[in-house]
């Protein structure tokens, strides 16, 4: 059974928050500025309203998880710390007094009842929405661009991502006693992840057996991890690795495993949207989809601006069908599908960048210059998406595009006008967003594995992200 979080909290104790945590503290100021009762509205129907236990109300439950999200931190030490920081209690509609949850309910939560919830583009609107109402987005323009993380296993297998944490945690418990090395027990030498979670089990009861040891909190948090991956990993023991996570590139000699998240930004620094994808996507295609999920959180554009990898054909030709002008300049090399890389190469699907390219000799009258890139035949006999892109027995494999077209030629003229040049000098504020998004609140590294567990991940962090800055927005009004 499920009850809903704003009953009346009886307390002798409640003045208590009065005193401790002042006006300024950005998790009352996130209390007093949110109505959080549109969670409870949403997830209604994945509980049952008549029979069972009576179950956590899923108001709290989303907030432990967005204090997670604020504070970086894991399932266990979130609830650990609800017990003693009245900030937190306060936060969670709990009186001083009252007990905190299990942690493994957090897991629960987030598989159960929001998998199917879409929260990601619902937060996001949310935030925008209360943004707008404050008098905070003024401007008719979004920045975007994508910024990458790394999948949680890195192209490890589970057992390998297992031996790094375990290994991080024995490494600093060495630096306080070395003599527990006698203590643990034998690390497992055979490939198979469950051996592994076995060998994980035994050291992990070892260590909690020392109070001493669990007294540091270096030691505590890397514990806290290791035990959350232990127990993730028991429900995925057939999966070799993260199956949603793809090769990407940053450049031409640097690539990444994981995935994307495209984001849309207004010029006051407020997220208006963001897709999820794996790490091999095109930025410049996910354009349209930020642009139409702007408009329905309740944005108006005029402008978008982006960097070269939005100014293929289509979306100059979007921008004039969509009524809005696209500050984005025009590479050398005009990206018509695949994405172009800052050496002019282009990336498969499969990841793969092309190892050179050249001008299209032939001359046809009327046809527009082209340029052929060359990719690695090898690679090609055998890559997983060969089937419809490379003909079996071929000895090359080359894609063709097309330079300049009249779309290029009148964006190439926008390009140079002060319009133009005065907008394109806001785009440097969205690199500081993606920093932001993985420095302070871990979206550098995948905290689960699956495209919807980093769909979870980026809504959590974008809706903390865009309530920070709300509120620093209405201070300084």
């Known amino acids: 059974m499920i009850e809903q979080q704003q009953r009346l909290v009886l307390s002798p104790y409640m003045e208590i928050y009065e005193l ?71 936060f969670l509609d709990m009186a001083p007094e009252d007990e905190v949850i299990n942690p493994s309910s957090l897991t629960k939560f987030r598989k159960l009842r929001l998998k199917d919830m879409n929260l990601l583009d619902r937060l996001i609107a949310k935030t925008v929405q209360i943004a707008l109402d404050k008098g905070i987005i003024r401007s008719k323009s979004i920045i975007v661009d994508a910024t990458h993380t790394k999948s949680r296993y890195n192209q490890k297998t589970p057992r390998q991502a297992l031996q790094d944490q375990s290994k991080k945690l024995r490494c600093t418990i060495y630096e306080i006693d070395e003599t527990m090395k006698d203590k643990f027990p034998n690390k497992n030498t055979e490939d198979s992840l469950e051996k592994e979670l076995e060998y994980c089990k035994q050291l992990i009861s070892v260590i909690k057996g020392n109070e001493e040891l669990c007294s540091y909190p270096k030691v505590q948090e890397k514990l806290n991890l290791l035990e959350e991956s232990v127990s993730d990993d028991m429900e995925h023991l057939e999966t070799s690795k993260d199956g949603d996570a793809k090769i990407g590139h940053k450049t031409a000699d640097t690539s990444f495993f994981g995935y994307k998240t495209h984001i849309a930004m207004t010029e006051e620094r407020i997220i208006t949207a963001a897709t999820v994808t794996s790490g091999e996507k095109t930025d410049g295609k996910e354009l349209p989809a930020l642009i139409q999920k702007s408009r329905e959180a309740g944005m108006e554009i005029e402008t978008v601006i982006g960097d070269k990898a939005y100014s293929s054909k289509e979306n100059i030709d979007a921008a004039k069908d969509g009524d809005y002008e696209l500050v984005s300049r025009l590479n050398s090399l005009v990206t018509q599908g695949n994405r172009t890389k800052p050496d002019g190469m282009y990336q498969c699907k499969a990841g793969h960048l092309a190892i050179r390219k050249a001008k299209d000799s032939r001359k046809s009258e009327g046809k527009n210059p082209r340029v052929v890139y060359f990719f690695d035949v090898e690679k090609c006999k055998r890559c997983p998406y060969r089937e419809g892109c490379y003909k079996e027995g071929a000895k090359s494999k080359q894609y063709t595009e097309t330079l300049i077209c009249d779309s290029h030629s009148e964006q190439a003229q926008f390009q140079e006008t002060e319009y133009f040049k005065s907008k394109a000098k806001e785009r440097y504020k969205i690199e500081a967003k993606n920093s932001e998004l993985k420095h302070r609140h871990g979206y550098d590294v995948a905290s689960s594995s699956g495209l919807i567990g980093m769909e979870m991940q980026g809504a959590m962090a974008i809706f903390a992200v865009n309530l920070k800055r709300i509120i620093k927005l209405m201070g300084e009004k």
């Open 20 to 90: 401790v945590i002042p006006k300024d503290n950005l998790l009352r100021q996130i209390k007093e500025l949110v109505d959080f009762s549109f969670i409870y509205d949403e997830l209604l129907d994945k509980y049952c309203l008549n029979n069972g236990r009576n179950a956590a109300p899923p108001i709290r439950m989303f907030k432990y998880l967005l204090l997670k999200s604020i504070y970086d931190l894991s399932d266990v030490d979130v609830v650990e710390r609800s017990k003693y920081d009245m900030s937190f209690k306060y």
